[in-house]
């Protein structure tokens, strides 16, 4: 059975409030049991359950913060979706290995989202605009 547009709308603006609110608990549980978790460029490469995506989410939210997202765009298919969104905020920590001192940083977003039967995401795909971070976050003050 295919989910309708608001069910799918329903469970990632689920997924986004817990990461705005850094709850790592409730972004896990917004994700099947076998997740494919694929953050593009992220060191680890892809991983695989709800236990392998936790190390991405904790070191993101010690590395940003005070994140908002704003949708921009939505595309539907059959049991997907993909999202393009903007994510604004602070960081704090060191962002995809960059020095952010605190400052403002915002970048776009990119998820394309596969859903499991029962809703929650079975998989989850994501594309950073990296050059636009590395611009924002340059790595010496001359």
């Known amino acids: 059975m295919a989910l309708a547009r608001d069910d799918m709308d329903r469970k990632i603006d689920e997924h986004f409030a ?21 953050i593009v ?9 709800r ?3 936790r190390g991405f989410y904790e070191t993101l939210f010690s590395d940003l913060a005070d994140g908002k997202v704003e949708c921009r765009k939505r595309l539907y298919g059959d049991q997907f979706l993909i999202d393009e969104s903007l994510w604004r905020g602070r960081a704090p920590g060191r ?5 952010g001192r605190n400052r ?5 977003l990119l998820h394309v989202i596969e859903f499991a039967e029962n ?4 998989r989850e795909n994501v594309w950073i605009d990296l050059a636009s971070i590395i611009q924002q976050l340059p790595q010496s003050d001359t």
Do not use: M, N, Q, Y
């Open 18 to 38: 817990f990461e705005a609110a850094d709850d790592v608990e409730g972004v896990l549980a917004t994700l099947t049991s076998d997740v494919e978790h694929d």
């Open 41 to 49: 460029g992220w060191p680890s490469g892809p991983t695989s359950g």
């Open 51 to 53: 236990e392998g995506a």
């Open 95 to 99: 962002p995809f290995g960059l020095e």
């Open 104 to 108: 403002p940083l915002e970048f776009r």
């Open 119 to 122: 809703g929650d995401i079975g």
